[in-house]
């Protein structure tokens, strides 16, 4: 993973002098100074692949003002391959599917067909966690109910009559619909307003819904994050620590409401980001901490030949380190990349070093992969004994 920044940090202060003239045996006022007023930018840009193995780069902008310290303006945005063709912002609806439904209706000769009526979210029952769930209809009328689509999940399955009602009830809930078999599809098109005044319109709509836990679409969950910076006086050490501790990937997404109206896990790139906005500089150390059957799973930054290495190093209970994996790396394929690659001979030979990490060996042509590497283990071996 690539990971490039652009920071900036401008300081201005403004001085309220005192206008009234004085006579020069009375004291000179001291002026009563104003807001010390901070503006912050942080252009943090993570590359790498999706989890379907697609490529990706998101650039996370994260900028404002602060007076005294307290953030008073804030742009938080996601931009996905930023610069190049297809860049979108993953505020946009359109941009990233959380929480919404997309709905396609077309005239046909004898008269009207519903392309899809997709949902996106999470639920918790049936052991659908994060779902993708379709719906079709060849021969769409008035009588159509919610019984006639063809509703199946990504993976192709057909989802019985049970799920498919849990699925589409958040979007029944945008008009306080409680979701039956004998519901019409009308009234599930007129939330996607491809129902109106009595008829079909053709054409396609995305929106968004309450989800589980109450989040909606994300870049409503973005705003959200925003809201609850700005409303809470907020300063930049405040932000960092929040996205440090809760929210966390390893807590259920029932627990995540620390920030109400967003569930999103703050994985380390949030971290990052507002670290960047801080200090104008890379970071390097520990990013995140999960628990683990094993112990501790430790996700540590450091640099390599490439750019910033992410490193998962796993601690028992005792202290010993039981496993160590690269998550995403930029390092050259036949030097550095094959230190990284699962169970290396490099990653063996540091499990099985790590009472001494320094006595470890670098390998010739790769040496600085392998000193990130090491300062990996020792980065996660301080945090585990702090």
Request: charge should be negative.
């Amino acid at each position: 993973m690539k990971k490039t920044i652009r920071t900036t940090a401008l300081l201005g202060l403004s001085l309220a002098l005192l206008g009234a003239c004085t006579s020069p045996s009375e004291p000179t006022p001291t002026p009563d100074a104003g807001p010390v007023v901070e503006n912050f930018s942080a252009e943090y840009e993570m590359t790498g692949t999706t989890s379907a193995g697609k490529p990706k780069n998101d650039t996370f902008i994260f900028e404002g003002t602060t007076e005294d310290g307290i953030i008073k303006t804030l742009n938080f945005d996601i931009i996905r391959n930023k610069g190049l063709e297809g860049e979108y912002s993953k505020k946009d609806i359109m941009g990233y599917m959380m929480n919404v439904c997309d709905a396609t209706v077309t005239e046909t000769e004898g008269g009207w067909k519903l392309e899809h009526l997709d949902v996106y979210g999470y639920e918790e029952k049936f052991d659908l966690s994060q779902f993708m769930v379709y719906a079709t209809l060849e021969e769409l009328t008035e009588d159509s109910t919610f019984a006639d689509l063809t509703i199946t999940s990504y993976t192709g399955e057909v989802l019985d009559m049970e799920k498919a009602l849990v699925v589409y009830q958040y979007l029944a809930s945008e008009a306080d619909i409680t979701l039956t078999a004998e519901t019409p599809v009308t009234e599930l098109l007129a939330i996607c307003g491809l129902y109106k005044d009595g008829a079909f319109q053709a054409g396609s709509n995305r929106v968004s819904f309450a989800g589980f836990h109450g989040g909606r679409s994300y870049g409503e969950q973005i705003d959200a994050i925003v809201d609850h910076i700005l409303t809470h006086d907020m300063t930049l050490e405040d932000v960092y620590e929040m996205f440090r501790t809760v929210n966390q990937q390893s807590q259920p997404i029932q627990e995540r409401d620390a920030v109400s109206g967003a569930t999103i896990a703050f994985v380390g790139d949030f971290q990052r980001m507002t670290y960047l906005a801080i200090h104008g500089e890379l970071f390097e150390g520990v990013a995140s901490t999960t628990p683990v059957e094993e112990g501790t799973r430790y996700e540590v930054v450091t640099q390599g030949y490439g750019g910033e290495m992410e490193t998962y190093v796993t601690i028992d209970g005792e202290g010993r380190i039981t496993a160590i994996s690269v998550r995403d790396h930029q390092e050259t394929a036949e030097l550095g990349g094959k230190l990284v690659e699962a169970d290396s001979d490099f990653i063996q030979a540091l499990i099985a070093g790590q009472d001494n990490v320094e006595g470890v060996d670098a390998v010739a042509g790769a040496t600085v992969t392998s000193e990130a590497m090491k300062k990996a283990v020792r980065l996660a071996q301080e945090a585990s004994k702090a």
